[in-house]
């Protein structure tokens, strides 16, 4: 099994571990890959579906995985039994969905030993709830498949609360930190749909007036951000 951008960054992201647990499998590739390369030694893969069960059970018995991965259907972390994993995948959804998983599931998310999120968006809002619940971002990485960018996040439950700087909350620390190599693409994406949205408030006849002045902000810290980032990279 081989894993390209997307998938193979966020199979990347999980360390050596016992047991994996991918919410949402779809086709199972992860586990597989994960089980393959013996990155763990068991996973279990779950979907809200039967489809998808089906689909990713076929693909671990052509793996001859059977005896390795164990799958379950059920909605977010309900099929798990408590502690019972080290690590927790749950990826390609939008951040809200994201939340929303990890809330119902908070006591079995908060014992795992990393968290592996890949949102499709409201990323900002997805890195708040983990900040606001005491889990920190250890880790945060981008990856592009074609015109698309998209974040992987590693995160643990602390005991201690974080409060990082607003902009942290659209623009994860960790990627500043590493100055990750598609930041300044991605910035300068953010921006323009930003340069968007401000224009539509512009053009319309609500009282948006505070909002704009949040975007706008908002669009300029992303600026400077920028600037830093482009210095670095052309040194």
């Not at 013996?38 to 579906?49: H, N, P, Q, R, Y």
């Amino acid at each position: 099994m081989e894993l390209k951008g997307r998938l193979k960054l966020i199979a990347d992201k999980v360390p050596l571990c016992d047991t994996v647990c991918d919410v949402g499998t779809d086709h199972a590739y992860i586990p597989i890959y994960l089980i393959s390369n013996k990155i763990c030694k068991k996973a279990v893969a779950t979907d809200v579906k039967k489809g998808p069960i089906l689909i990713a059970g076929r693909n671990i018995k052509e793996s001859g995985l059977e005896g390795f991965i164990e799958t379950r259907l059920g909605d977010g972390l309900d099929p798990l039994k408590d502690a019972e994993v080290d690590v927790i995948i749950v990826a390609g959804m939008g951040g809200l969905l994201i939340q929303e998983i990890l809330e119902k599931g908070f006591k079995k998310a908060q014992k795992a030993n990393k968290l592996v999120l890949q949102p499709m968006n409201a990323i900002e809002v997805l890195r708040r709830w983990l900040y606001d619940n005491k889990f920190d971002i250890e880790d945060e990485q981008l990856v592009d498949e074609g015109e698309k960018i998209y974040n992987v996040i590693v995160a643990r439950w602390t005991e201690n609360k974080r409060n990082p700087e607003e902009i942290h909350y659209y623009i994860g620390e960790k990627l500043i930190a590493r100055n990750d190599p598609l930041l300044g693409r991605y910035l300068r994406k953010r921006v323009r749909q930003l340069d968007n949205i401000i224009h539509e408030m512009r053009n319309s006849k609500g009282d948006n007036n505070r909002v704009k002045q949040e975007y706008m902000w908002l669009r300029q810290k992303m600026l400077d951000i920028l600037a830093e980032v482009d210095t670095r990279q052309n040194l």
